[in-house]
Structure formats: structure tokens, C-alpha cells
Nanobody, 117 residues
Framework: QALLVESGGGLVHPGGSLVLSCVAS????????MSWYRQAPGKERELVAR????????NYLNSVKGRFTISRDNAKNAVYLQMNKLKPEDTAVYYC??????????WGQGTRVTVSS
């Protein structure tokens, strides 16, 4: 059974940093594209960052480019999101996602990030 467990969320001041972690189990981690999504109150879930199985290709939401970095450690079955220069508009629940087309798509339970002074 696939399981994704996120951690690292919390309350941070504007301009601060956080590192989110997602540890996976129950599937062949290195064969999956891993992503971080977020959902702010009253808004739709959006893709924040994505990384391919070997970690060669990454993609980012325009508003986080230059501030956030996604990485993965296939030996630890983990994916990370380094978030710097956080803004109040980054406040959301952040979700880890594992995708292998065409039908395998797993979600974590989410970790809350609040950016506020």
C-alpha cells in the first residue's frame, strides 16, 4: 500500500525559510514523478514544483521560481521542498504527490504552512 508522509510545515515570518519533507513507502519510488502541490483557503489546489524520477528535470510554479527548490533522495525514498523568502501568499496546505502514468497517483495527507508576522 502506497503511503506518503509529509512533515516540516509550521508558522514562519515573511522572508523566512522552511523545508518540507515527504517520505514514501509501498511503491517503487524512483519510478515516480514527485511533486508538491498546495491549496490555500478558498482556492484550488495548484502545482508548486515537480521533479522527475532521476531528479534531472524540475518544474516550478512561476510565483515560486528562484525561491523554492525541489529535490529528491531515491536512496531514502524522500522528496524535499526548500522554501526561502516566504511570503504571506505562500500560506497553504502543502501536499506531496507521486505520479506514474497512466493510473498510479498517490497523495499525502498534507502539511500546513502559515506565513505571517
Amino acid at each position: 500500500q502506497a503511503l506518503l508522509v509529509e512533515s516540516g510545515g509550521g508558522l514562519v515570518h515573511p522572508g523566512g525559510s522552511l523545508v518540507l519533507s515527504c517520505v514514501a513507502s509501498g511503491f517503487s519510488f524512483s519510478n515516480y514523478v514527485m511533486s508538491w502541490y498546495r491549496q490555500a483557503p478558498g482556492k484550488e489546489r495548484e502545482l508548486v514544483a515537480r521533479i522527475t524520477g532521476a531528479g534531472v528535470i524540475t518544474n516550478y510554479l512561476n510565483s515560486v521560481k528562484g525561491r523554492f527548490t525541489i529535490s529528491r533522495d531515491n536512496a531514502k525514498n524522500a522528496v524535499y521542498l526548500q522554501m526561502n523568502k516566504l511570503k504571506p501568499e505562500d500560506t497553504a496546505v502543502y501536499y506531496c504527490n507521486a505520479l506514474r502514468v497512466p493510473r498510479e497517483n498517490f497523495w499525502g495527507q498534507g502539511t500546513r504552512v502559515t506565513v505571517s508576522s
